[in-house]
């Protein structure tokens, strides 16, 4: 849903491989973790915590997954077209 939601608002945007979505999964982990770094919690808390965590808001879970998502997606699996591809002047 996050990507399509950044494909439909960014038609600019196209995928030049696959998604691998473990590695979004694994992203989503780091990103938490480091924003409650203070309370060192193992892996298995950690998901916990983040499963019970309020989906909405600038702390909610989408919030990590949309940052995970884009970071994932501008480092290597997305190309730009050019803007000149998109403008039609008639």
Do not use: W
């Amino acid at each position: 849903m996050v990507t399509a939601v950044i494909l439909e608002r960014n038609p600019e945007l196209s995928f030049e491989s696959r998604i691998d979505i473990s590695s979004i999964v694994d992203e989503v982990f780091d990103l938490y973790g480091h924003s409650i770094s203070p309370h060192n919690l193992n892996e298995m808390e950690l998901r916990n915590s983040f499963y019970q965590t309020s989906s909405f808001g600038p702390k909610g879970t989408c919030s990590y997954i949309a940052k995970a998502v884009t970071a994932l997606l501008f480092e290597n699996a997305v190309s730009i077209k050019s803007q000149t591809d998109n403008c039609c002047i008639s």
